[in-house]
């Protein structure tokens, strides 16, 4: 059964730093492409970054490129997001999953996974 467990969350003034850790089991991280999500408070769910299977190209939503940086230790079966510079409206509860397409975004952001980061003074 295909399992993800996200954590590292927390409160984090602005400017400060988080990594973000999601462990996978029932497939293996290497060979899908996979993605981190988010969800703000009122506001639907979006993609955040990406990391293209085999240690692939990744790729960012404009308003977090070169502040997170998405990777992956295949050893252990886990995806990270490091987020640098964080900002308030990096507020969000944070998932992680193999990429979908913009269609089937709903299906990620649901009630009882993630890992909520709020970023304030």
Do not use: H
């Not at 988010?38 to 639907?44: D, V």
């Not at 502040?67 to 969000?92: G, V």
Request: charged residues 20%; neutral net charge.
């Amino acid at each position: 059964q295909r399992q993800l467990v996200e954590s590292g969350g927390g409160w984090v003034q602005p400017g400060g730093s988080l990594r973000l850790s999601c462990k996978v089991s029932g497939f293996t991280l290497r060979w899908n492409d996979m993605g981190w999500y988010r969800q703000a408070p009122g506001r639907e769910c979006e993609f955040v970054a990406g990391l293209t299977q085999e240690d692939g190209p990744t790729d960012y939503t404009d308003s977090v490129k070169g502040r997170f940086t998405i990777s992956s230790d295949n050893a252990k079966n886990t995806l990270y997001l490091q987020m640098d510079s964080l900002k308030p409206e990096d507020t969000a509860v944070y998932y992680c999953n193999p990429r979908v397409l913009s269609t089937q975004i709903l299906t990620v952001c649901v009630p009882g996974r993630g890992t909520l980061v709020t970023v304030s003074s």
